[in-house]
């Protein structure tokens, strides 16, 4: 017979006692008595890990996948390193997007987003999603010209990515003008596999669909697109 531990994030697995040992399914055979434990860790609320990066900037996104991995989206002024060598940006602010592993927070990988030397307004990533199988899709803004991973992108506005789960190299890129300003807060990932974007904008913009409304201050928006290739639904 095979023994298979059920267990989620809140009580990960500590290992076998008895006849079975390791972490995984358990094959065994029925021979003779046998008996076997499988033995989960109790939460306690104590702080399994922690990490630091030193940069100007921050944090604007945090998620995890299935496996609890965590993705951290944010900025950066001048260099960051977020565990795998030192991120350089060219641009007055920069994006960043890591991926970190859930057991002990080790870095898996880290990519940029490449500000313009032109602007001053910020290049950043923030809000994100994660898709079943661990690709991670991403909202945020660029101005000037910029580069994230071999994609060049010259815009002053929003920008939707779908990364892989893998390297971190995005599968598809769009992005949208918004010279008046375009902040993306939050990004879902729905059961068909698209992406959900909400935010808000001011002046004119057009997120793929046709011209949006516009209104004195900022207004809200929520967009989808395809998450195969990011067209607009």
Known sequence: VTLTPAFDACYPMLGWSGDCSGLGPCEMVLDRGRRARAEFETPTGETRWSREFRTAGGGEGIAVDENDDVFLAGKFRGTVDLGGGVLRGDGAWNGFLSKLSGRDGSHIWSVRLNGSR?????????????????????????????????????????????CSGADGQPRWLRSWPAPQGALPSVVLTDPLGDIVVAGAYAGP???????????????A???????IDGSHR
Do not use: K
């Not at 001053?120 to 101005?143: E, H, I, K, Q, T």
């Not at 913009?205 to 201050?217: A, K, S, T």
């Not at 928006?221 to 998450?227: K, N, V």
């Open 205 to 219: 913009v057009d997120f793929g669909g046709g011209p949006m409304p516009q209104e004195p201050g900022w207004t």
């Open 118 to 162: 032109d602007s001053y307004w910020a290049s950043w990533l923030g809000p994100l999603g994660v898709f079943p199988g661990g690709d991670v899709a991403v909202a945020g803004g660029v101005y000037g010209t910029g580069s994230f991973g071999p994609i060049q992108v010259s815009v002053d506005g929003l920008l939707v990515a779908r």
């Open 221 to 227: 928006f929520l967009a989808r697109y395809g998450g």
